[in-house]
T-cell receptor
Framework: GQQLNQSPQSMFIQEGEDVSMNCTSSSIFNTWLWYKQDPGEGPVLLIALYKAGELTSNGRLTAQFGITRKDSFLNISASIPSDVGIYFCAGRSGTASKLTFGTGTRLQVTL | DGGITQSPKYLFRKEGQNVTLSCEQNLNHDAMYWYRQDPGQGLRLIYYSQIVNDFQKGDIAEGYSVSREKKESFPLTVTSAQKNPTAFYLC?????????????FGSGTRLTVV
């Protein structure tokens, strides 16, 4: 089955820095979602995007639905220690009931 | 409070044994999903169910079985045919009519073969 490619695989940043990550697909999606997973827990939805070119914010997080509908981007501004975790993108194509998930970006924040 | 509950949190299985992971939700969600998570591989879909008494195979269904006898419950059985069952298993649910397509996830079950 298809998986989405996320990059980078991992990031080590200092507190206060901005973070950017992206997700790419070989096929078109009509919904993009971004999740965060804390260690030993299930992922929690951060942002949902429904239209090509859409830019949506949730606090310090901003995500964009790529114009080609084959990619999406997540930015985190002024990172803090609680931003540590794994960030997953997920996409839905057509009328599919299921989501396809990316491989994840592991974020570590140092003081 | 509504939510989705997975149990147990940790499970140990001897080789050759079947084990069943529980997933219960009280969100009145229609669809339920099982994912497997391995380090560096993201989430891979095992099975999903959109309505009671119906379910479909995902990308890695071999060695697993499910049932959906009640809307609230979607148990996953890891059979002895699954050759590498050690992983973190996540259950999720969603309401089919929601425009917000995000799943609600449980807190996972970590299965280890000993």
């Amino acid at each position: 089955g298809q998986q989405l490619n996320q990059s980078p695989q991992s990031m080590f940043i200092q507190e206060g820095e901005d973070v950017s990550m992206n997700c790419t697909s070989s096929s078109i999606f009509n919904t993009w979602l971004w999740y965060k997973q804390d260690p030993g827990e299930g992922p929690v939805l951060l942002i949902a995007l429904y239209k090509a070119g859409e830019l949506t914010s949730n606090g310090r997080l901003t995500a964009q639905f790529g114009i080609t509908r084959k990619d999406s981007f997540l930015n985190i501004s002024a990172s803090i220690p609680s931003d540590v975790g794994i960030y997953f993108c997920a996409g839905r194509s057509g009328t599919a009931s299921k989501l396809t998930f990316g491989t994840g970006t592991r974020l570590q924040v140092t003081l | 409070d509504g939510g989705i509950t997975q149990s147990p949190k940790y499970l140990f299985r001897k080789e050759g044994q079947n084990v069943t992971l529980s997933c219960e939700q009280n969100l009145n969600h229609d669809a339920m999903y099982w994912y497997r998570q391995d380090p560096g591989q993201g989430l891979r879909l095992i099975y999903y169910s959109q309505i009671v008494n119906d379910f479909q195979k995902g990308d890695i269904a071999e060695g697993y079985s499910v049932s959906r006898e009640k809307k609230e419950s979607f148990p996953l059985t890891v059979t002895s045919a699954q050759k590498n069952p050690t992983a973190f298993y996540l259950c999720a649910s969603r309401r089919e009519r929601d425009r917000n397509y995000g799943y609600t996830f449980g807190s996972g079950t970590r299965l280890t073969v000993v």
